[in-house]
């Protein structure tokens, strides 16, 4: 991995890891076992010497080393992020059926009328690819930062990515995330944000073992 690279891999259940490397999908537990058998293949090293731990946010964090980890969980496994150099953040969004008139609350002024002058029939779809956006820079702008969603404007993101936290947050006036939308899955939309400008992302999908059954 190359400086300004971010890899993110999509884990789900199957048989792309080694034999003893698996993850029952178990809560905070088997995630921690599935990024930890990621980590071990990638730097070929055992998965038990890679050391997590989780913020004061209860993000993930991996505690040696000069990579950014972001973990994300969505409906088919796990998403996770690498990036040597920068934080990262992640998020993975089911496409809901219809949108509530609440649901408009986290959005600009100008997200919400891009997204009202779309068919009825995307609507969901560009809400949720939004969504996904704002809540990957927010999660990697921290704590506080979800309070101002809807001054976040995801349609003013240059073409690198950059997307302007409000100077009003707890990261000071220069607070700027990169984001970057990631291949759809079925009914969901997913978005990686780094901390400065990426050069080139890479996504993969990888399997690992289904739990064992008595």
Known sequence: MGEGEVHVFSVLNGSEFPPGEETRHEGSAGDDRTVRALLGRLLMRPPDDIRLTRDDLGRQRWDAGPFGLAVCRDDGGLLVALARGLSVALSAVTVPGSVEAEALLPFSRTERAFAGEAPAGRRSLVLARMWARKEAALRLAGRGAFALAAEVDVLAAGPDGRVALPASGPWGASGVAYVRDLPDGAGTV??????????????????CPEPATA
């Open 190 to 207: 997913a978005a990686v944000a780094a901390s400065a400008p990426v050069r080139r992302a890479v996504f993969r999908r990888l399997r």
